[in-house]
């Protein structure tokens, strides 16, 4: 019985990853989901990081707009990602996470744009970083900011 | 110019890679990884430990036992007195090292147990006197404890553990929560069988004493028939063997030896047999 508590820990640890493991993929699958279809609807909001305007479009207004999001990673990829810190590599589980946050950041800042009547966002830039570190240095969500000039015609 | 969104490729920035297929990669990289480093250490660590002085060992330990012997009554004193003559007489038939001298100390405690520890010294608990039904099964027990004494298993144990956790506290320190709890599980695997190896050649050594002292293993098993009557953890879980694989190991033992099962009883000494107790 004297080891009973090590066990007690894998199986507490095995139990977690099952739990994030399905509970992450099915927030991925959704998150994906919603993405793609707000791309669709928002497809005609031209964003560019050029920082210059054509001559010839029109622009009566121009403001600041930006969109921000915190994404969190589940425990299941957390779990990997540490693994992986180990032997050295592309931390794949941490992928999706960032092209998650960078292309929600984008939405929520055409949906900012769109709000005021813009027909394009120049000048976009997207600013990154890690909140919420997880115990002992590990990442535990992300926040990705996106702005740009809205230029309302 | 005409800027216009176009629709990105999916597929680029995430790769199609399973997370499923890394996890079980790479846990078992490192499982293996540590299992061989920590198994190494502790069997270095042992291996060490047994070739110390035995003068390093008794030092360690000599200031614990220095004052004890004043401190007891005249049925303790008695007591101990019994249990070191079977000892010294079953030491006669046990190879111990040069310098490491058996002594034994009654413990006044409820439990069914006894244990060897560094310098010599064993312990045997009132609870397990009490379930004694003869010298002979007694014998066993206290033979099972010089065995761990004559192959410095003690010493062993404190080595070898004492370097393993070492190698932990190095890795886990900065390592996270979750590859602790990977890592503790297949440790504590690791330690419960070192212990229990060490266990199955304690019996062989102390069984072969018990045969040379008394010519025959009658009882032998008897303790370990008391212990059946508590359920027992799982084999790999237990720092012990199971108590049927015990019993059994001695009757094999015997048949290979041509050792006889049966055989007289020597009753236990007075004091032995109605050992005290502090307060009943």
């Known amino acids: ?153 | 110019m005409e800027f216009k969104n176009v629709k990105l490729p999916e597929g680029i920035n995430v790769s199609a890679h399973s997370p499923l297929a890394d996890f079980f990669i790479l846990s078992a990289g490192i499982l293996a990884g540590f299992a061989a480093l920590a198994a190494g250490l502790l069997f270095f660590g042992a291996a060490l430990a047994r070739h110390a002085p035995v003068s390093w060992e008794n030092a360690l330990v000599a200031a614990l036992f220095e004052n004890q012997e004043s401190a007891v009554d005249s049925r303790t004193a008695e007591t101990t007195g019994e249990l070191q003559t079977l000892a010294d007489r079953l030491s006669a038939h046990i190879d111990l090292p040069e310098g490491l001298v058996v002594t034994v100390h009654y413990w006044d405690d409820a439990q069914i147990n006894a244990f060897a520890t560094l310098g010599g010294h064993i312990f045997i608990a009132r609870g397990l006197l009490e379930r004694m039904p003869n010298e002979n099964a007694l014998a066993m027990v206290m033979s099972h404890e010089i065995a761990h004494v004559a192959h410095r298993d003690p010493a062993a144990a404190l080595g070898g553990v004492l370097l393993l956790q070492l190698l932990l506290a190095v890795t886990l320190d900065s390592a996270p929560t979750s590859l602790e709890r990977l890592i503790t599980g297949p440790n504590a695997l690791l330690l419960s069988g070192f212990s229990r190896e060490t266990e199955r050649q304690a019996d062989k050594i102390g069984l072969h004493a018990v045969a040379a002292l008394y010519g025959h293993v009658a009882e032998a098993g008897r303790i370990f028939e008391v212990f059946l009557e508590q359920p027992e953890p799982p084999k790999l879980l237990s720092t012990h063997p199971l108590s049927r694989d015990r019993i059994d190991g001695i009757a094999a033992l015997a048949r290979t030896e041509g050792w006889a099962l049966d055989g007289p009883r020597t009753p236990l000494a007075p004091a032995l047999a109605d050992p005290p107790a502090a307060a009943r």
């Open chain 1, 1 to 153: 019985m004297q080891y009973l508590s090590e066990f007690a820990n894998l199986l507490i640890l095995l139990l977690l990853l099952l739990a994030g493991y399905g509970a992450g993929r099915l927030a991925e699958r959704r998150h994906y989901k919603s993405i793609l279809r707000r791309e669709d609807e928002l497809g005609d909001l031209i964003i560019v990081v050029s920082k210059t305007l054509p001559p010839t479009m029109p622009a009566s207004d121009t403001r600041l707009v930006m969109g921000n999001v915190v994404v969190s990673v589940d425990y299941f990829k957390r779990f990997v990602a540490q693994l992986r810190m180990v032997f050295g590599g592309r931390v794949h589980t941490y992928e999706s996470l960032l092209d998650r946050g960078r292309r929600e950041a984008l939405l929520r800042m055409q949906k900012q744009a769109r709000a005021l009547g813009a027909a394009a966002i120049f000048n976009t830039r997207f600013e990154t970083s890690s909140i919420s570190k997880g115990g002992k240095n590990s990442i535990g969500s992300v926040e990705v900011l996106a702005y740009g000039t809205a230029v309302v015609p």
